[in-house]
Each structure stands twice: as structure tokens, then as C-alpha cells.
């Protein structure tokens, strides 16, 4: 088992930057896909990036490719995501999650555990 919070959020102007961390605790953190998501009010949860569980492999949602990336650091059981060039449609509240499971890892059902939620807000 494993347990994520997430800190980093904030209020930034449109083309300004934050930069999200998710501190994970529990064992065998490298046996995790470490994911972002999202949710905006009124909108259903929707995936940002994933990093896999060795070799480096990592995917975005086409919204934020060239913008976001995300990194890992297993040896701080740490997940990060660098957020550039934010733009309003990128305010939500921004969630790490984790699975040991196989499956679409696009999809918030593969994912077996969450953190908590940090709030982003990108003003106009």
C-alpha cells in the first residue's frame, strides 16, 4: 500500500509555471505507475501524464505535451510534475495516483490509489 500527497499548487498568471510534487510512502515505490490527473469544476477527471515503472517511459495527454513533463526520483519516493506556459484551461484540481495493476494507465480506474488534490488556478 502506498500514500501519496501532493503539494506545489497555487494561483499563477496565464504563460507562468508551477511545479507539482507528490511525496509517496510505503515500500517497493518503483514497482508503481506514477500518474497526474486532473478535474476541473463540472468536468469528469481527465489523465496529464504517467511515468512508468522503469525505463523512463512516459506519456502526456496531447493538451499538455511540449508544456508538462513529468519526472520521478525513486531513491526520494518522489513524483514530480513541471508545469510551463500554463494557460487558463489548465486550472483544476491536480491529482497524483499510483497502481501496481496493468491496464490502459489513461484511464483513472487502473489507478489503485490518490492523494488528496492540489488546486491549480491560471488567471486569464
Known amino acids: 500500500q502506498v500514500q501519496l500527497v501532493e503539494s506545489g499548487g497555487g494561483l499563477v498568471q496565464t504563460g507562468g509555471s508551477l511545479r507539482l510534487s507528490c511525496a509517496a510512502s510505503?515500500?517497493?515505490?518503483?514497482?508503481?505507475?506514477m500518474g497526474w490527473f486532473r478535474q476541473a469544476p463540472g468536468k469528469e477527471r481527465e489523465f496529464v501524464a504517467r511515468?512508468?515503472?522503469?525505463?523512463?517511459?512516459?506519456e502526456y495527454v496531447d493538451s499538455v505535451k511540449g508544456r508538462f513533463t513529468i519526472s520521478r526520483d525513486n531513491a526520494k519516493n518522489m513524483v514530480y510534475l513541471q508545469m510551463n506556459s500554463l494557460k487558463p484551461e489548465d486550472t483544476a484540481v491536480y491529482y497524483c495516483?499510483?497502481?501496481?495493476?496493468?491496464?490502459?494507465?489513461?484511464?483513472?480506474?487502473?489507478?489503485?490509489?490518490w492523494g488528496q488534490g492540489t488546486q491549480v488556478t491560471v488567471s486569464p
Open positions: 495516483a499510483a497502481t501496481r495493476s496493468y491496464g490502459d494507465y489513461s484511464q483513472h480506474t487502473t489507478y489503485e490509489y
Open positions: 510505503g515500500r517497493a515505490f518503483s514497482s508503481y505507475v
Open positions: 511515468f512508468s515503472r522503469s525505463g523512463g517511459f512516459t
